[in-house]
T-cell receptor, first 114, second 112 residues
Framework: KAGVTQTPRYLIKTRGQQVTLSCSPI?????VSWYQQTPGQGLQFLFEYFSETQRNKGNFPGRFSGRQFSNSRSEMNVSTLELGDSALYLC?????????????FGQGTRLTVV | GENVEQHPSTLSVQEGDSAVIKCTYS??????FPWYKQELGKRPQLIIDIRSNVGEKKDQRIAVTLNKTAKHFSLHITETQPEDSAVYFCAARGSGYSTLTFGKGTMLLVSP
């Protein structure tokens, strides 16, 4: 079966712009989580969506937002980009939640803010 | 919330040696502990996990142990091979939450 797909793979944006990242989960998976990965900081949790509802949220500013559609695809938006937002953004899908059932990661979107 | 500490940040071993990576967690109600392997330029992939009702789990050369009293768990890799070189992340899920909190990762380098 198809894995988790993230688009685009690479993005270069200018400070102050906004960006939208997309994540298509494995068919049948209803939970999508987003993580920010930076060198030395590991994977930091942004938020998790389940059946179109945000179920959990990490400690990120309000510039980071997301949503989930009825087909479980999820988007993440970052507004007013800052240099520090440069990172690899990973999404992970699971059947019912990343702690209940195995979480499968996408290959990530590499965001560079200049 | 949950906090996960992972050590060491870098680990270099010779091929055939064993490698041990340790993690501690803060939420005593945490009940699920997965380990992910991320090769350079690739996505993290689950390699083994353990739930709080089990003390140890093995899968070929990989094993995970859990000490609930001390709130720590460890990944053990025996007979390491160059293809084991990657970044390894531990994670913990707290009871009542559906999120995973990750450690900062351990870069394992296996020299031939």
């Amino acid at each position: 079966k198809a894995g988790v797909t993230q688009t685009p793979r690479y993005l270069i944006k200018t400070r102050g712009q906004q960006v939208t990242l997309s994540c298509s989960p494995i068919s049948g998976h209803r939970s999508v989580s987003w993580y920010q990965q930076t060198p030395g900081q590991g994977l930091q949790f942004l938020f998790e969506y389940f059946s179109e509802t945000q179920r959990n949220k990490g400690n990120f500013p309000g510039r980071f937002s997301g949503r989930q559609f009825s087909n479980s695809r999820s988007e993440m938006n970052v507004s007013t980009l800052e240099l520090g937002d440069s990172a690899l953004y990973l999404c992970a899908s699971s059947l019912t939640g990343p702690g209940n059932t195995e979480a499968f990661f996408g290959q990530g979107t590499r965001l560079t803010v200049v | 919330g949950e906090n996960v500490e992972q050590h060491p940040s870098t680990l270099s071993v010779q091929e055939g040696d064993s490698a041990v990576i340790k993690c501690t967690y803060s939420d005593s109600a945490s009940n699920y502990f997965p380990w992910y392997k991320q090769e350079l330029g690739k996505r993290p992939q689950l390699i083994i996990d353990i739930r709080s009702n089990v003390g140890e789990k093995k899968d070929q050369r990989i094993a995970v142990t859990l000490n609930k009293t001390a709130k720590h768990f460890s990944l053990h890799i025996t007979e390491t091979q160059p293809e084991d070189s990657a970044v390894y992340f531990c994670a913990a899920r707290g009871s009542g939450y559906s999120t995973l909190t990750f450690g900062k990762g351990t870069m394992l380098l296996v020299s031939p």
